[in-house]
Each structure stands twice: as C-alpha cells, then as structure tokens.
C-alpha cells in the first residue's frame, strides 16, 4: 500500500480507538511474558533486551515504509522532547520488571496504570486538555480499581 493510502486509512475517525485497544491488548501480553521471562534473568538485562527488540522492529517499521528523514529536517525540540519521552519510558520499564520480579503481575499492572490517571492530571496542568466530568469520574475509577487490586 503507498504510504499516502495508509495514512489516509489508518488516521481516519475512529481508528484510534483499534489502536488503543491494540495497545491494551499488547501491553497485558507485556506484563505475562515479562513476568515470566523476568523471573530467569536480571530485571535491568530483561528491559535491556526488550529495548532492543522494540528497536530493532521500529527501525523495520519506518525502513519497510520509508519514513527515514534527514535530521535537519527533524524540529530539535521534538527530538528533546522524544529523549526526555524515552527516558521516561525506560525508567518506567527498569522499575516496571524489577516490580514484576518482587510482586504478583495482578498486582503490580493495576498500580501501573495509575499513569491514566497522572497523564490526566499531567494533561490538564501541562497541555490544557479540559477535564470534564466524565474524565474526572473515569480517572477516579481507574484509581479506585488500582487501589483494590493492590490491597
């Protein structure tokens, strides 16, 4: 498919949603292998060996599309702020496995999704994103859910 014809399909209304549920899909999958997989090896080498499989299948990814860019066309503070993003996310994934190792997986998932409710908070204070009533009352659900599992 020309990469035109792709975007066009895959940005359509809506389409977040299968991406977010994928994403839901894909990260449950993440804490049962990594549970079980961290359970052999150091957490610290277990997220180093994620890291480059994710490396290594995105860089597939944007070569099979060709979506390379130069790097001066590339805006600085978007990649800044894509470093600052990666080592969030590998400080999450270091403490995510070595919370794998130390706790249940139905333990330790629930409390990490109480990221939703600090992107909400984040989101709000950071970006200006309205926070409705029903983002409010959702967030409060996650929390409360997070809660009980934990307990």
């Not at 994620?50 to 001066?72: F, N, S």
Request: with cysteine.
């Amino acid at each position: 498919m020309h990469n035109g014809t792709f975007n066009k399909v895959y940005t359509m209304p809506n389409h977040w949603l299968i991406f977010a549920l994928g994403s839901a899909v894909f990260a449950a999958l993440t804490a049962i292998f990594g549970k079980i997989g961290v359970s052999e090896m150091n957490s610290n080498l277990a997220t180093l060996i994620r890291t480059v499989v994710i490396l290594m299948m995105t860089a597939g990814i944007v070569a099979v599309r060709r979506e390379w860019q130069p790097l001066d066309k590339i805006s600085r503070s978007g990649v800044m702020l894509l470093v600052l993003s990666g080592v969030a996310t590998g400080l999450s994934w270091l403490c995510y496995y070595r919370a794998l190792q130390l706790a249940p997986t139905s333990r330790v998932a629930p409390v990490d999704k109480l990221s939703v409710a600090l992107v909400i908070i984040f989101a709000v204070i950071f970006l200006g994103e309205p926070l409705t009533w029903k983002v409010a009352a959702g967030g409060s659900l996650v929390v409360a859910g997070a809660v009980i599992l934990a307990l």
